[in-house]
C-alpha cells in the first residue's frame, strides 16, 4: 500500500514512524523548507527558544507517553527533565496556588485550604482517575464520553477552587472552560501531575528524534499539496508543485477544514460532512513573546486577571531565564493589514502585554528578542483562524465525533492536533489510534 502523508510536522513524523513500524514506506509532504510545524524550535543570538511545546504530562515512567515514546525508540534520544517541586505557579486574582508534582498531595492541600469542599474535592479527583487511562485500544476510544468539565465539577461551590481546577482546561482548550470535554481534561490533569516533564532542547529535540529514527520513509520538502484527488471508489492521488502523484491512502495531519478544501466534487454525504466540519469551533488565538529574564524562574507563572498571561522558562542561558511570555491575542485584529500596519500592532501587542507582565510580578529586566502573533501560528500550520491548538476540545464537539482518524470519504484519513486532541499527548493518541486502520504488511 503506497501512502502519503501530508504535513511535516510532529503528528506527520509520528504516523511515518508507526507506519514503518508496520512494514509501510509512507511519503511526507511538507509545504514549508523545514520540518517540525508548530514543535518547531528556533535560535536568535545563540539563544535556544521553544515554540510549540514547553512541557507535556504522562511522561514518568510507566506513564502513556513514556511508554510510546520507548516503544518507539525515541527515549533513549531525549533527555526528560522532572520539575524541582512544583510545576505550575497559578496567580487567581491576586491569591497564589502552586501545582506540585503530585496528583496526591495535590489532592491533599486542595482539601487543607478548602476544608469545607473536602468531600467534593475527593470525588472529583476519583472521576479524574476513573477517566485517566490513556489508551488507542479500539474499545477504549469508541465509547464517548459527552461530559464536560462543568458537569462533574457541579459538586465544588467555591469559585476559586472551580478555577483552580478549570486551569488545566488551558493546555487542550482555553482559560477556564467549563464546556471543555471531560474525558481529555482528566488525561490531562492526572497525568500532569503525576508525570510533567521538560524535554531538554525543546521541540526541536523530539522533532530530531523523530527524523533520526525513520529509515525508509521519503521527506518531500517545499512541496504543499494543493488538491486531493477523488473518484467513487475514494481518493487515490495528490497535486503537489503542479504534478500529480497516486496513492491508495492519504493521511492528512493539516487542519481538516484546510484539508476538506482541497478536494473537488464531493458527493451530498461527503458535503454534509465538509459543511460539519467548516462549522466546527476554534480554539482561540494568542501572541508570544521570546525574551530572557534576569530573575530565576523555574515554574510554569499564569496570570488570572481579567485577561490571562503566562510566563512559560526553558532553560537558562548566561545566567538568565530563557522563557516565553504567552497572552490571548486575536487572529481578526491581523489578518487584512499591510506589511508597515502588521509591524506598527505587532509592536504595540507586545510592548502592551510586556507592560501588564512587569506590572503583576518581579521578574527583573526582560530583553525582549522575537514575538509572535496569530499570523505566524497560521503561517506554520495553515490551520484556521492561527488558533492556538487547532479545533476547540469542547465536550459537544468531540460528542458529535466527526473529527476521527477515519474520514467519511474513503481512503483518506486525519491525524494531528486537530483530530483527538492537541499537544504531545494528543498527536501521540492520534497517531496510534489511527494505526488501528493500517493493518501490519505481511
Ligand atoms: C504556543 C504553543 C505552545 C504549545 N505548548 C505545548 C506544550 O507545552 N506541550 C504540548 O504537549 N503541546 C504544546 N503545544 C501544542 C503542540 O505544539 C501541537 O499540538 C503540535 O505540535 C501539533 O503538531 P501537528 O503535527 O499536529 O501540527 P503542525 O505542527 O501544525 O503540523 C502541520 C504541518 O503541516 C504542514 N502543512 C500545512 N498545509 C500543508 C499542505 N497543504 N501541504 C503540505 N504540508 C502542509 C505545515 O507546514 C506543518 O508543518 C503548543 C502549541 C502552541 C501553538
Same mark, same amino acid.
Given at each position: 500500500?503506497?501512502?502519503?502523508?501530508? #504535513?511535516?510536522?510532529?503528528?506527520?513524523?509520528?504516523?511515518?514512524?508507526?507506519?514503518? *513500524?508496520? #512494514?509501510?514506506?509512507?511519503?511526507?509532504?511538507?509545504?514549508?523548507? *523545514?520540518?517540525?510545524?508548530?514543535?518547531?524550535?528556533?535560535?536568535?543570538?545563540?539563544?535556544?527558544?521553544?515554540?510549540?511545546?514547553?512541557?507535556?504530562?504522562?511522561?514518568?515512567?510507566?506513564?502513556?507517553?513514556?511508554?510510546?515514546?520507548?516503544?518507539?525508540?525515541?527515549?533513549?534520544?531525549?533527555?526528560?527533565?522532572?520539575?524541582?517541586?512544583?510545576?505550575?505557579?497559578?496567580?487567581?486574582?491576586?491569591?497564589?496556588?502552586?501545582?506540585?508534582?503530585?496528583?496526591?498531595?495535590?489532592?491533599?492541600?486542595?482539601?487543607?485550604?478548602?476544608?469545607?469542599? *473536602?468531600?467534593?474535592?475527593?470525588?472529583?479527583?476519583?472521576?479524574?482517575?476513573?477517566?485517566?487511562?490513556?489508551?488507542?485500544?479500539?474499545?477504549?476510544?469508541?465509547?464517548?464520553?459527552?461530559?464536560?468539565?462543568?458537569?462533574?465539577?457541579?459538586?465544588?461551590?467555591?469559585?476559586?477552587?472551580?478555577?483552580?481546577?478549570?486551569?488545566?482546561?488551558?493546555?487542550?482548550?482555553?482559560?477556564?472552560?467549563?464546556?471543555?470535554?471531560?474525558?481529555?481534561?482528566?488525561?490531562?490533569?492526572?497525568?500532569?501531575?503525576?508525570?510533567?516533564?521538560?524535554?531538554?532542547?525543546? #521541540?526541536?529535540?523530539?522533532?530530531?528524534?523523530?527524523?533520526?529514527?525513520?529509515?525508509?520513509?521519503?521527506?518531500?520538502?517545499?512541496?504543499?499539496?494543493?488538491?486531493?484527488?477523488?473518484?467513487?471508489? #475514494?481518493?487515490?492521488?495528490?497535486?503537489?508543485?503542479?504534478?500529480?502523484?497516486?496513492?491508495?491512502?492519504?493521511?492528512?495531519?493539516?487542519?481538516?477544514?484546510?484539508?476538506?478544501?482541497?478536494?473537488?466534487?464531493?458527493?451530498?454525504?461527503?458535503?454534509?460532512?465538509?459543511?460539519?466540519?467548516?462549522?466546527?469551533?476554534?480554539?482561540?488565538?494568542?501572541?508570544?513573546?521570546?525574551?530572557?529574564?534576569?530573575?530565576?524562574?523555574?515554574?510554569?507563572?499564569?496570570?488570572?486577571?481579567?485577561?490571562?498571561?503566562?510566563?512559560?522558562?526553558?532553560?537558562?542561558?548566561?545566567?538568565?531565564?530563557?522563557?516565553?511570555?504567552?497572552?490571548?491575542?486575536?487572529?481578526?485584529?491581523?489578518?487584512?493589514?499591510?506589511?508597515?500596519?502588521?509591524?506598527?500592532? *505587532?509592536?504595540?501587542?507586545?510592548?502592551?502585554?510586556?507592560?501588564?507582565?512587569?506590572?503583576?510580578?518581579?521578574?527583573?529586566?526582560?530583553?525582549?528578542?522575537?514575538?509572535?502573533?496569530?499570523?505566524?501560528?497560521?503561517?506554520?500550520?495553515?490551520?484556521?483562524?492561527?488558533?492556538?491548538?487547532?479545533?476547540?476540545?469542547?465536550?459537544?464537539?468531540?460528542?458529535?465525533?466527526?473529527?476521527?482518524?477515519?474520514?467519511?470519504?474513503?481512503?483518506?484519513?486525519?491525524?494531528?492536533?486537530?483530530?483527538?486532541?492537541?499537544?504531545?499527548?494528543?498527536?501521540?493518541?492520534?497517531?496510534?489510534?489511527?494505526?488501528?486502520?493500517?493493518?501490519?504488511?505481511?
Amino acid at each position: 500500500m503506497n501512502i502519503a502523508i501530508i #504535513g511535516g510536522g510532529l503528528s506527520g513524523l509520528l504516523c511515518a514512524l508507526m507506519l514503518e *513500524k508496520r #512494514g509501510y514506506s509512507p511519503t511526507i509532504y511538507e509545504r514549508l523548507p *523545514k520540518i517540525g510545524g508548530v514543535l518547531d524550535s528556533f535560535k536568535r543570538k545563540q539563544v535556544l527558544f521553544d515554540i510549540g511545546f514547553h512541557y507535556s504530562g504522562a511522561l514518568a515512567e510507566k506513564q502513556y507517553l513514556y511508554n510510546s515514546m520507548q516503544d518507539l525508540g525515541l527515549l533513549e534520544k531525549l533527555q526528560l527533565e522532572k520539575y524541582d517541586g512544583v510545576f505550575d505557579i497559578l496567580n487567581i486574582e491576586g491569591e497564589v496556588f502552586e501545582v506540585p508534582q503530585s496528583s496526591s498531595l495535590f489532592q491533599a492541600q486542595l482539601q487543607e485550604r478548602f476544608p469545607t469542599e *473536602k468531600d467534593a474535592i475527593a470525588t472529583f479527583f476519583e472521576k479524574c482517575y476513573e477517566s485517566s487511562i490513556i489508551s488507542s485500544k479500539p474499545e477504549e476510544f469508541v465509547k464517548i464520553d459527552s461530559r464536560s468539565v462543568g458537569d462533574v465539577l457541579k459538586d465544588i461551590k467555591n469559585t476559586k477552587l472551580r478555577k483552580i481546577f478549570l486551569h488545566f482546561t488551558i493546555f487542550y482548550a482555553t482559560a477556564f472552560f467549563e464546556e471543555a470535554s471531560f474525558d481529555f481534561y482528566a488525561k490531562i490533569f492526572i497525568n500532569m501531575l503525576d508525570g510533567t516533564r521538560k524535554i531538554e532542547e525543546g #521541540g526541536g529535540a523530539i522533532i530530531s528524534a523523530l527524523q533520526n529514527s525513520l529509515m525508509t520513509t521519503k521527506i518531500k520538502k517545499r512541496s504543499e499539496v494543493t488538491e486531493i484527488i477523488l473518484d467513487e471508489d #475514494g481518493v487515490n492521488a495528490l497535486v503537489c508543485n503542479n504534478e500529480r502523484f497516486s496513492y491508495d491512502a492519504i493521511v492528512s495531519t493539516v487542519h481538516p477544514k484546510t484539508t476538506l478544501n482541497m478536494l473537488q466534487n464531493l458527493n451530498k454525504k461527503q458535503s454534509r460532512y465538509k459543511h460539519h466540519v467548516e462549522d466546527l469551533e476554534e480554539s482561540p488565538s494568542f501572541f508570544s513573546i521570546f525574551c530572557l529574564i534576569e530573575n530565576e524562574i523555574v515554574s510554569n507563572i499564569y496570570f488570572y486577571e481579567d485577561e490571562f498571561i503566562s510566563v512559560l522558562p526553558s532553560r537558562t542561558y548566561e545566567g538568565k531565564t530563557v522563557a516565553t511570555i504567552l497572552a490571548g491575542s486575536k487572529y481578526s485584529e491581523y489578518e487584512n493589514l499591510s506589511k508597515s500596519e502588521y509591524k506598527l500592532k *505587532k509592536e504595540q501587542e507586545c510592548a502592551y502585554h510586556l507592560e501588564r507582565v512587569k506590572k503583576l510580578y518581579d521578574f527583573g529586566e526582560i530583553e525582549v528578542i522575537d514575538s509572535s502573533t496569530p499570523l505566524t501560528k497560521q503561517h506554520y500550520s495553515n490551520g484556521a483562524e492561527g488558533s492556538i491548538y487547532g479545533v476547540l476540545c469542547s465536550a459537544k464537539q468531540k460528542s458529535l465525533s466527526v473529527l476521527m482518524p477515519r474520514t467519511r470519504v474513503n481512503n483518506l484519513y486525519f491525524a494531528g492536533e486537530n483530530i483527538i486532541a492537541p499537544g504531545l499527548i494528543g498527536a501521540f493518541l492520534g497517531a496510534e489510534i489511527l494505526m488501528n486502520y493500517f493493518e501490519e504488511k505481511k
